[in-house]
Each structure stands twice: as C-alpha cells, then as structure tokens.
Antibody
C-alpha cells in the first residue's frame, strides 16, 4: 500500500527555522513528482511547493518563495521542506502529497508563535 | 495567486443529487481538467476523481466528475449522511506553474 508519513512539525518561533520530512513507501518514489500542501486551522488547502520526479524541476508558491526550500533524496524515498524566516501565517498542517495530488499523507502540524 | 472558484456550501436532502462546480480558466481547468478531493474534519483529503474524470478504485459510483470548458463539476447522486464533508477541486495552472485549489464546498445532507 502507498504510504506517506510526515514528521518534523512542532512549535517554532517567528523568524525561526524548521525542517519537515516525508517518508514514502509502497510505490516507486523516484518516478513521481512530489508536493507539499498546507492547510491553516479552519481554512482551505494551499499548495506550497513541487519537486518533479525526473527533470529536477522545482516550483514554489509566491507566499513561500525565497523562504522555503523543497528537496528530495530518492535513495531514501524521502521528501523534505526546509522552512526559514517563519511567520505566524505559516501555521498549518503540512501534507506530503504524491504526483498529481493523488495520494496524501496524514500531515504534520507546524505552529509559529512566540 | 489566483485560485479556483467553488460555492461555499451546498445543501440537499437525503437521496437527492448534489452538484459542486469549480470554475477556472483556459490555463488550468480548461487545459488539464480538475481533480476532486473529499475531506472530513481532522482527516487528510482523499481523491474522489482524477483530472481525467476517472475514479480511483474503491470510490463509489455515486461520485462522478465532468468538465465543460473552464468549469469542472462533481455530482453526488443518492446523497447519504456520510457524504457530508468538505469538497475541493484542484488543477495545475500552466501559466502560473502552480497547483491551484478551490476554496472548498461544504456539502450538507439534510
């Protein structure tokens, strides 16, 4: 079965940094583009970043460009999100999502507050 | 960034048919179609329909998707109490090079 397991979410200070991880299993990880999508408490879904499966193409939403960095290690079947210069508005559940958003992890909660 | 437009809520009676629409433009919905996601409170979203309007295995035939021009639609027939949830559409935008989401539609079964 396909599984995506996120980790790394916690309470962080405004201006601080955090690194999220996502471990994939049950599918050929290297063949898929991967995404981070977030959902603020009581709000809708917001796409954050995409890392393609073959062309090493990376895209970011305007709201995180220059602050967040997406990366992947196909040997470890893992996806990462380095989050710097955190703001209160980054508070959300962060989901690791496969390909064309066809499979979602359970999410990890990031809270940015002093 | 721009998003896709969905109604905030849809309410229908038990056994009736509910339709949720998702409007975009030629760069997103009109280009590659829209996928549909279902989300219950406290749970991650689950795909109901891929961008080509096909259903993943295990998804009830009561859920069907279609597209006309820049508008995608999700139709739920024979509404059941367990269909009460939030529904989101999503589409890749070739111009923005970004995944877009609709704001979500809360479906209530009366």
């Amino acid at each position: 079965d396909v599984q995506l397991v996120e980790s790394g979410g916690t309470l962080a200070q405004p201006g601080g940094s955090l690194r999220l991880s996502c471990a994939g299993s049950g599918f050929k990880f290297s063949s898929y583009g991967m995404n981070w999508v977030r959902q603020a408490p009581g709000k809708g879904l917001e796409w954050v970043a995409h890392f393609s499966g073959s062309s090493n193409t990376i895209f970011y939403s305007e709201s995180v460009k220059g602050r967040f960095t997406i990366s992947r290690d196909d040997a470890k079947n893992s996806l990462y999100l380095q989050m710097n210069s955190l703001r209160a508005e980054d508070t959300a559940v962060y989901y690791c999502v496969r390909g064309a958003l066809d499979f979602w992890g359970q999410g990890t909660l990031v809270t940015v507050s002093s | 960034q721009a998003g896709l437009t969905q109604p905030a809520s849809v309410s229908k009676g038990l056994g009736q048919t509910a339709t949720v629409t998702c409007t975009g433009n030629k760069n997103n919905v009109g280009n590659q179609g829209a996928a549909w996601l279902q989300q219950f409170q406290g749970q991650p979203p689950k795909v109901l329909s891929y961008r080509n309007n096909s259903r993943p295995s295990g998804i009830s035939e009561r859920f069907s998707a279609s597209r006309s021009g820049n508008t995608a639609s999700l139709t739920i027939t024979g509404l059941q109490p367990e269909d009460g949830a939030d529904y989101y559409c999503s589409a890749w935008d070739n111009d923005l090079t970004a995944w877009l989401f609709g704001g979500g539609t809360k479906v209530t079964v009366l």
